[in-house]
């Protein structure tokens, strides 16, 4: 396996980069920085953020920096203030070893006093965002006439903001240029432009099949009807309990009000958005690195600076219109060789879109049902018995009021504690989904491909046989068979049966387990629930017969329908 050692790097650059934790390099990295060093020249890099990229261009830059030399040698112009900070970050740990070495970042949006008196340390890199840097220029503030490297970051994105004419203004002024590297997370026509004008004879290079982030990504999506959409964002958010996720919207308007919801109910969210000012959004980062948020509700433009490996969810309060900017949006999460979901709340009329953007990701997207109240809750109870198995009190904790706590439940058997205690985490969820109507629109374009992953099994207990709540149900099922409780999911409980989803693989396993299975003295009996319906339309009572899954599923839909009150059953007639 290939290490930094391996890399002819100078030695202060090994050593920060190993203090710094890096083991091995990614797949950026390693076909990135070898080049450079070995066979200098212009490059391009096809890569999104989160794939190591700063540091593979970072990397070759300060190894060729002179620190005794005082003047610009490298510049490095990016899209944002919060892309620039975070360059500027990266490269001072690359770069903590090398002594005398100035990395000056400068960006729009602050005073340019501070940023004119940090150059005249001298600084041998600058981080610049174009327009700050084309100000500066005209106040003489810079000199560019010794910069031989320029890195172009995020060129896709600079040129999408309208930057076009600084950058080309910018290269022209670099006189010295030998060497121009230009990164990008897509390679549109108008970087292809920047690059046969002022690049020559430059190699590419891409991360695997053009982004791993995408790799371990889960594309899903809801669809509702536009007036849910606030509705089903929050039932998304209450079924990712430990969610740290960023909500994009297209508009400021959106993120602000949007947040503004949410944090009237009791979220920790805040908008993120750029009629905030500077030192607003970076409190708003602050805590949202911290953890004290859970989610940031924020523009596409606010969001590309943030630099979080661990997003556990994107959502997509609603898509972007440009289909291309969803791979950013997405990108936000799996990082650093980490897993993620990306959510995106659609209206039926927005399917074209997801197909769209599928094409373009080149993955298929899941289509997922919002899920209802008896899910959530039993989620959140899923979340809260982890916590209390993972959780790590303190040596001595609670100590000293044990004897107390002995005392006043002495007469309260275990069980009864344990449903009072899950019962306050959970009243608040269970009675704001008291009467939770369903949020799937109506749209059956692709439900029958889906579904297919998912059988729905029928089970003649139900209520009167004792088994009230979903959780109940959970505990008689994986009590007598092996299989793990999420794999259970869409529980409905009537007086008599039951239903509820389960991967079609284990389908099979769990009615030939259950089969055997007595309760209170009744055998047990599951099967797919449309075989089911079926045999009753035609009158018979048994489960023999052909079947496939195609006319399973249409038989299914045909029995899916919905209640007066909007509710979905499954009518058995
Ligand atoms: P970037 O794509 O440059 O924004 O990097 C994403 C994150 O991955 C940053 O926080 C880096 O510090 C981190 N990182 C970059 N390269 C490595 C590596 N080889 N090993 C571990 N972490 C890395």
């Not at 991360?207 to 509705?231: K, L, P």
């Not at 089970?459 to 709540?469: E, F, P, Q």
Request: with cysteine; proline share 3%; aromatic share 8%.
């Amino acid at each position: 396996m290939v290490t930094f050692n391996d890399f002819s790097l100078r030695e202060e650059l090994t050593s920060a980069v190993s203090e710094m934790g890096f083991k091995t390099p990614t797949p950026i990295q390693e076909k990135v920085i070898p080049h450079l060093l070995s066979q200098p020249k212009d490059i391009i890099g096809l890569a999104q953020t989160g794939t190591g990229k700063t540091a593979a261009f970072g990397l070759p830059l300060l190894h060729n920096i002179d620190v005794a030399h005082k003047e610009v040698q490298a510049l490095v112009l990016s899209p944002t203030r919060e892309l620039c900070m975070q360059i500027e970050t990266e490269f001072q740990k690359y770069g903590q070893h090398m002594h005398g070495l100035n990395v000056t970042a400068v960006y729009g949006g602050v005073p340019i006093g501070g940023q004119i008196r940090n150059l005249k340390r001298g600084s041998q890199v600058v981080v610049a965002t174009p327009g700050r840097l084309i100000d500066l220029l005209e106040r003489k503030a810079i000199s560019l006439e010794e910069v031989t490297h320029v890195v172009l970051d995020e060129a896709d994105e600079m040129l999408n903001m309208g930057f076009r004419d600084d950058i080309e203004f910018i290269l022209k002024s670099t006189l010295a240029r030998e060497y121009t590297w230009l990164f990008s997370a897509t390679m549109s026509n108008d970087v292809r432009r920047i690059a046969k004008r002022f690049m020559k004879d430059w190699d590419e290079f891409a991360v695997a099949a053009e982004n791993t982030t995408n790799e371990n990504i889960d594309h899903q999506y809801y669809i509702t009807n536009h007036h849910n959409r606030f509705e089903a964002l929050k039932r998304l958010l209450d079924f990712a309990p430990g969610i740290y996720g960023i909500i994009f919207t297209r508009t400021k308007n959106d993120a602000q009000e949007v947040a503004e919801r949410l944090m009237r109910l009791g979220y920790h969210v805040s908008p993120l958005h750029g009629d905030m000012d500077q030192k607003m959004r970076s409190k708003v980062m602050e805590r949202f690195k911290n953890k004290t948020l859970q989610a940031i509700v924020a523009t596409d433009v606010a969001a590309r600076g943030i630099d979080v490996n661990d997003i556990s969810h994107v959502i997509n309060y609603e898509l972007p219109d440009d289909p291309e900017v969803y791979t950013h949006r997405s990108g936000r999460t799996a990082r650093a060789g980490k897993s993620g979901i990306c959510m995106s709340i659609v209206s039926p009329r927005e399917i074209g879109g997801i197909r769209q953007i599928e094409r373009i990701v080149k993955s298929k997207f899941h289509r997922s049902d919002i899920p209802d109240g008896a899910e959530v809750i039993r989620k959140r109870l899923f979340f809260h018995l982890e916590q209390i198995e993972n959780a790590e009190p303190q040596d001595n904790f609670a100590e000293v009021y044990l004897s107390t706590i002995h005392e006043r439940f002495d007469d309260m058997d275990k069980d009864e504690l344990i449903r009072r205690l899950i019962w306050l985490q959970l009243k608040e969820t269970i009675d704001n989904y008291a009467d939770a109507k369903d949020l799937n629109a109506g749209y059956d374009g692709d439900r029958k491909s889906d579904k297919k992953d998912n059988v729905r099994l029928f089970m003649n207990l139900g209520k009167k046989d004792g088994l009230t709540t979903p959780v109940k149900l959970l505990e008689f099922l994986t009590g007598a068979t092996d299989i793990e409780p999420n794999l259970i999911q869409r529980i409905t409980i009537r007086d008599l049966s039951s239903f509820y989803n389960v991967p079609v693989n284990a389908a099979e396993f769990i009615i030939s387990a259950m089969g055997k299975v007595k309760y209170k003295g009744r055998r047990v009996r599951i099967e797919e629930a449309d075989q089911k319906s079926r045999d009753n339309n035609r009158g018979y009572n048994s489960n023999k017969g052909p079947r496939n899954g195609k006319s399973s599923q249409r038989t299914e839909r045909k029995h899916f329908s919905r209640n007066s009150d909007g509710k979905k059953s499954y009518k058995r007639r």
